[in-house]
């Protein structure tokens, strides 16, 4: 019961890693709202399971990637939930693409759910958080890819790098209203963004063998750090990042 009666706002919720952490934050006592894109039924079977955990959820669709949706996000969870103490900026999308040929319009939309959606959700949450006057947590998902490239990721890890940025930015600007800014840097979690580049069987084995702890992560992996920053555990960690990789980047040789 780390988070009881705190609020907590997910993007990106209706599968995946962002619902893992939504269900797991009411797990340990929150109620959350959830933002989504367009998969209704994930999004209300996410709210069925907060609310058999006796919390409260609530489902706000939504395209990260236009500015108002953030505004309309954090308003209609305040509507519903009455305050904000965490958010966690999960929405992503990983086209993966060669770079020679990128198209630019999957370079846009990379950079505008991924960074720009990110800054003006993370913007309309703080704003929030300081109306209230008694500080929160913003967690982003960043990735292990803020640190490390992918041949078909050119678009996506400048974003996730972008994220950590915006953490540590954010870190000191919202530091004197006691509002504490992380990233998570998930390694290889299976869900639908990897999907179709881990059906090549080569590349599966090879990343799973890198893994000192033997195997891909699951969305679940995600909950305990994320409740961890979220909570009053880590009130003195602001700024920071913790890979959640299964020990993948330090396995160089
Ligand atoms: P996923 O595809 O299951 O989840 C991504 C979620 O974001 C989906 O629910 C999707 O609907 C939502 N989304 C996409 N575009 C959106 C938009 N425009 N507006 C609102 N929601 C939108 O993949 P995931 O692995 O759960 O990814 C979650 C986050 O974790 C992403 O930011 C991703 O970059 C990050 N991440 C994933 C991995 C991994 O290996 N799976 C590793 C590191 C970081
Ligand atoms: C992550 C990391 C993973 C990849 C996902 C899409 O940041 O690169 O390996 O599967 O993105």
Known sequence: MLLDGKTVLVTGASAGIG????????????????????????AESAVAEIEKLGRKGVAIQGDVADPQTAKDFVAKAVDALG?????????G??????????????????????????????????????????GGSIIAMSSISA????????????TKAGLHSLMQSVAIALGKHKIRCNSLFPGTI???????DLADTK??????????????????????????????????????????????????Q
């Not at 797991?24 to 039924?41: E, I, K, M, P």
């Not at 602001?238 to 299964?246: K, Y």
């Open 93 to 134: 999308i990983c086209p993966f693409h060669a770079f020679l040929d990128m198209p630019v319009e999957t370079f846009e939309r990379t950079m505008q759910v991924n960074l720009h959606g990110a800054y003006f959700m993370v913007q309309a949450a703080a704003n929030q958080m300081v109306e209230q006057g008694d």
């Open 190 to 196: 299976l869900t639908d963004i990897n999907k179709e």
């Open 19 to 42: 619902r893992a952490v939504a269900i797991g934050c009411a797990w340990h006592g929150a109620n959350v709202a959830l933002n989504f894109a367009r998969d209704v039924a994930g």
């Open 83 to 91: 305050r904000v103490d965490v958010f966690v900026n999960n929405a």
């Open 147 to 158: 640190l490390v490239g992918g041949e078909y990721q050119t678009h996506y890890t400048p």
């Open 203 to 252: 590349k599966r084995e090879y990343m799973e063998g890198r893994i000192p702890l033997g195997r891909l992560g699951q969305p679940e992996d995600l909950v305990g750090p994320t409740v961890f920053l979220a909570s009053d555990l880590a009130q003195y960690v602001t700024g920071a990042s913790l890979l959640v990789d299964g020990g993948a980047y330090v396995n160089l």
